[in-house]
């Protein structure tokens, strides 16, 4: 399952969330720098247990070097692939988690899941001498929050069929539950000594993300929180939203609602609206006057169902004003 996109809008734009990820390709160019000296590099920065584990390891490497390896090993990838793929998911989950935390408890959060991850992983393969590397401990610290937080958001997903891509909209809370569940019957069936995918680190980072969420949104936002809240506000909604349309056997007419901030109500806008239709979507440009106030209803004539004489009902859009 590839998640495509999801379909909560954050109020703000994810400064720290862009901020980690430009930081993730910044270090992947910087591992890729290292040549021939790869395996060393990766041994020194990824999470290897043995170093923790056996004392003749261990010897070899400083406190600093022991400590800001768990910090390392979350901003290093095994490729572009591993890299693209653990962006992606965190591009998709991560600006509403931090829409909710706020910048500066989302960048503890994040950082705190990668740790525990790494502990998680650390405890489950004691002497393994394999480096574990990526974001993707840290990255399922949030979607343990995002589950928490937006269980009933609905995630679009890419589900390969032999050769065909099949899309489908499931519940966040479907698609976190099935992915977790996929990660732990992976982990139970997994040798410790193996190397690959670090499954406990994925488990434990889920799990700590749950409990982190719940311990930092009983913090009080710092100032640096509170001012960066205010200057990453958007004033703008997306371009293009994608709207679920109602209606009845015996009304043609179909019924669905736009979101808009309050500059947009004030100036106009035009938005792009993406119509579910079976197993198309249709797409319409939509204008919306300066001046509209909430609850006013935009009426699209003709773009609703066809009835029995060959006519169309219309489409009913309510405005919804969101700050």
Known sequence: MIPIRDTVQSRRYPVINITIIAVNVFAYLIEMSSGDQLNRFLFLYGLVPARYSVPFISDHFTFGQQAFSFLSFMFLHGGFLHLLGNMWSLYIFGDNVEDRLGPMRYLVFYLLSGFASGLCHLFFNLESQVPTIGASGAIAGVMGAYFIL??????????????????????????????????FFSAAGASSQAGGIAWWAHIGGFIFGIIFLK?????????????????????????????????????????????????????????????????????????????????????????????????????????????
């Open 150 to 183: 937006y269980p009933k958001s609905r995630i679009l997903t890419l589900i390969p069929i032999i050769f065909i891509p099949y899309f489908v909209e499931l519940p966040a809370y479907f698609f976190l539950g099935i992915w977790f569940l996929i990660q």
């Open 215 to 323: 311990l930092l949104l009983n913090l009080p936002q710092t100032g640096i929180s509170d001012m960066m809240n205010r200057r990453t506000y958007k004033t703008k909604t997306p371009k293009l939203q994608v709207i679920q349309t109602i209606g009845s056997d015996r009304d043609y007419h179909l019924y669905g609602a736009m979101a808009i901030t309050p500059q947009e109500a004030f100036t106009g806008t035009t938005k792009m609206v993406n119509i579910p239709w079976g197993f198309q979507k249709r797409l319409f440009r939509v204008n919306v006057p300066p001046g509209i106030t909430e609850a006013t209803t935009l009426r699209l004539a003709g773009l609703g169902k066809r009835a029995p004489d060959n006519t169309r009902g219309d489409l009913l859009l309510k405005i919804v004003i969101k700050e």
